[in-house]
């Protein structure tokens, strides 16, 4: 796609927008691109990569954009369009003033920042990780954390081996990859539009990033049980479990939207699964789950959190977030937790997960529900890994890091109701 001058104007209309950070920065690009129908899929690709490179970047470009020809603004879009898009295609459509600052801060070594600057980190998310990881690793965590994540997807056992959407997506000239640890993974190099291949069309594969496939393995179904996805979203790991099931058993999809709900109903028609219930739930206490009170044999609870395991595909996230909504989270994570363990039976498990990589939603929930729990006792998420073959060093959770395991930040507990 060859850059020009209107795009630049665009990038930067629709990045003082964003950066407004009134809502997501997904949903207020989509509307900006449904205004401006006329921009073709490869100039929309161009603009967007750029303005995520800006919230990626946001405290270095803004301390590089304090000074230069134009506009603050002006200049925070030339830096995200020359992350993205490199200097020399930015040379015809720039002014003198500009490609001279350009090129200077090209120059710049990013180590002669200061660490704050260059980890691009809110100084509270710098503060709850730097407990964690000693400066050098903190240092890779937040460099994977500021770059984009491959495109994941699952083979559908079901319909296909992995080796078959292998085979499928090289025919279509896509290069692919197994995953290095999820047994139906598949890695895609670049982003190719994926939804008119015949494999996407026939149910074969599903969009889901590795961390996603592994915390489904952790849950460890089995035919014919009866399980309970309780926050289940669009129900990307709703089909992965009713996968692992082989369709047998029954799976319950719970979430209180329902707009998330009709989201699953074309993908779960692609599937191939006749074991999924979609239920909508009012809230966490609602009637239809007290039915089911000690009846579950496993439950995953993928709790609502602050997201911030997925900066790589929202980095609008660590800039929305703060301390204060973190706070607000961890009671409510708590009560959804505590009611979803009414519906495991006697030796029945219970799986808490997060897309967060704070231990105050993670590790601190989790122990706060052993404490008012006592029938509950935690069981170490390696052993469970061990059992499902998947070969991932982990201790009593499943900790899941960019920088380590090139998956999203992920969180899970499998936590057993004693017999």
Known sequence: MRLHGFLIGQTETLLAEVLKLTGPADATTSRFFRAHPKLGHGERGVIAEAVFAVLRRRMEFAHLAESGAGSPARRMALLGLMQTAGRNALKPFVTEQELSWLEHVSKIDPESLPLRIRLNLPDWIYQALAKRFEAAELAQLAAALNYPAPLDLRANPIKASREDVLNALSKAGIEAGETPFAPFGVRVVGKPPLTKLDAFQHGWVEV?????????????????????????????????????????????????????????????ARSGLSNVNPVLIDSEHDAKIKRLAGKIDRVLVDAPCSGLGTLRRNPDLKWRQSPESVAELAPKQLSILASASRLVKKGGRLVYATCSILEAE???????????????????ARDVLAEQRIELEMGDYLSLWPHRHATDGFFAAVLERQS
């Open 362 to 380: 993670n590790e601190a929930v989790v122990q706060q529900f052993l404490a008012d729990h006592p029938d509950f006792a935690l069981v170490p």
């Open 208 to 268: 889901q990033d590795e961390g996603s496939q592994l915390l489904c393995s952790l849950v460890a179904p089995k035919r014919g049980e009866m399980i309970v996805d309780f926050c289940a979203g669009a129900g990307g790991k709703t089909l992965a479990l009713g996968a692992a099931m082989r369709s047998t058993g029954r799976l319950y999809a719970f979430d209180i939207s329902e707009r998330r709900l009709a989201k699953l109903k074309p993908r779960l």
